[in-house]
């Protein structure tokens, strides 16, 4: 019998913007009396969660973080206080956030665990590019990878580049010259293919060219993490594409 | 040069309940003076647009609908009278929302688009089953695919599962059989499956099991579109799931 009265709430802050919270997630806010803030997510949110004492707990790949079991054990003092814990991560909670294993050890002691979606980054970015991440003339799906595995192994670029689906490549800006390497394996280099930078917030930045060209392009034009790496022909029906596309041909016609 | 004073925005209305649209879906909504609404997204939205007229346009796969090109020139026409026209999408718009089309219909007639972002079903489904889509343990991305492709020919289900990712299907329910049975041609039948329907709404029914069982169990319980059949290790955290294998393993200590 769960006699705990607290709880915990894992919000999804979303890509950046605070307009891209759901109305559920500043519903949370708003009760919220412990809000652990992620790195990710954009600072602003405290705003929407004006009684809530703030513990800042970045966990950013290769920095200087705050262990996970410590959130864990923070997570579950305050909720056995009988206090709402709202534990925010960038995006959805349930992509690419260890949202599975928070939930297993609070499963574990019994603390009631609610779960808010939001929009991930792979979404803001396609909308950033004015695209469908599906266009159904290019694909039948998409799929959202780490570069970044927990073992420092690399993702089956072959296997992922077979399915035919759009790739949308996260925590990959650090290895985006092997990375897209290794898809050129399996696709041609002139795969249609963008970075967005800090997608879905006002920093937002935008590269859209082929696979063969991304990675110069990506570096010449000082774009870095946080990122969202798009793959597939989907990728192409980005204006800013089309435009590229369209001069890259004028220039070779005039050369 | 454009002159068009009106615009379209492609708003994701999320899941199903109405919190879970965006704050910037609801400013949208309030500013809206034209709704067109799809068949899938929660009709209580028009609440949320109080000035606006609002156009039914369901599309529901394989019923009676509104011709796709019709759907077009209504968003072109009101535009151009300077209208904002507030065209609503089930889930994330750009994703298996034919959102690719209607955006290039749009930039063609030289009509502004804005998109709006929001929670994908297959999201929700993961939300409501309490697990991560992509935890650390058990696999490195999530794959978003659609059963119902526009040649009907089916998807490459050996390509698919052997990225290892989670599967996230979308359109499945009218061939559960046939694609559970295709993914066990690559994966074990004891591989964690489920399916979400209404996933993110108040009618949300669930069902967590492995995959050799999932369509006999499916049918048995009666589940139907819209669902998302989910397909993975990532899966098996699920506590229903964990709740029946616990049982199913009594049952067989019993026998």
Redesign the interface.
């Known amino acids: 019998m769960n006699t705990i009265k607290g709880k915990v709430t894992l919000l999804s802050a ?2 950046g ?8 997630a ?2 949370a806010l708003a009760s919220a009396d412990i809000l652990l803030l992620d790195d990710l997510a954009n600072a602003d949110i405290v705003t929407l969660a004006p009684h809530a004492r703030v513990i800042r707990v970045g966990k950013r790949g290769g920095c200087k973080s705050t262990p996970q079991a410590f959130i864990q054990r923070l997570m579950q003092r305050y909720a056995k206080k009988g206090l709402h814990v709202v534990r925010v991560k960038g995006g ?10 928070e ?2 050890a609070l ?1 574990e002691a019994h603390v009631p ?1 609610d ?6 980054s792979g ?2 970015a ?2 950033g590019l ?9 694909c ?7 570069a970044h ?2 073992d420092h192994s690399q ?2 670029w072959a ?2 580049a ?4 759009t790739l949308a490549i996260y925590m990959g800006m650090s290895r985006i010259a092997s990375l897209t390497a290794s898809l050129m394996d399996t696709l041609p280099s002139n795969t249609p293919a963008a970075v967005v930078q800090n997608a ?1 917030s006002p920093q937002e930045k935008r590269l859209a060219t082929t696979l063969g060209r991304l990675a110069d392009e990506a570096v010449a034009a000082g774009l870095g993490s946080p990122a969202v790496i798009l793959v597939g022909g ?1 990728i192409g ?1 980005a ?1 800013e594409f089309a435009a590229r596309a369209a001069s890259a041909k004028g220039f070779a016609h005039a050369a």
């Open positions: 979303g890509p913007d605070i307009d891209l919270l759901t109305l559920r500043a519903k959805d909670a349930l992509l690419f956030g260890r949202a599975g294993e939930i297993a499963r665990v779960i808010v979606n939001g929009v991930s979404f803001a396609a909308a004015g695209i469908s991440l599906t266009h159904r003339d290019h039948q799906g998409v799929t959202f990878v780490t595995m927990q993702p089956d296997a992922l077979a399915t035919g689906t879905g989907a029906e204006a």
